[in-house]
């Protein structure tokens, strides 16, 4: 009990350290991409980008496919040491998605419904190309990630890669809660 206190009274202190008197003082804000994630999705991990994966377990479904307000989660590679995350803004195809994300193109910034693509050998969502900024379109590199983590409890006993039992219909409401929450966040003016 103790410890949940704790992590909701840290939450919220972060939050109130984050917010922005306007949209002039959010662009001199440098944002990592984890503490932006979570605000922006709702899910309350902490920590490296890449070890969100598995800090999920028993907490959130992971999956991999993608949903509208998940959490895509990069691997940690040797150009990325700590992993990467990015949330689904929106699914544009089997194999396409946007993300809005922080310290990517830019270090320290926004950027708001950029495109991911999943370029795995199997559709499984487990490589990916991302929009890059300085090349207006998608990157040349092609980048590991684990799946996606999904806003909403894990079901008791549910599988560790699996959408964890979850209804399609429980996950598009907590993308759904997620997408208000957001539109009501101070963090709106960022992405807005």
Sequence with gaps: MFKRTKIALCSVALAMASVVASPADAAGSFWQCAPFARMFSGIQLFGAAA?????????????????????????????MRSGHVATVSQVVSDRVIKVTHANWSTPGKVENDVEVMD????????????????????????????????????AKGASVTADAGSSADAIVKAAADAKAARAKSPLAALVG
């Design 119 to 154: 370029v795995s050998a199997k559709n499984d969502w487990s490589k990916v190309r991302v929009w890059f900024k300085s090349l207006g379109g998608l990157g040349t590199s092609s980048y590991p990630v684990y799946g996606f983590i999904y806003n909403g409890k894990a």
């Design 51 to 79: 070890s969100w994966w598995n800090q999920a377990v028993g907490k959130y479904s992971r999956g991999e496919t993608p949903k509208e307000g998940a959490v895509l989660v990069f691997k940690s590679i040797g150009s």
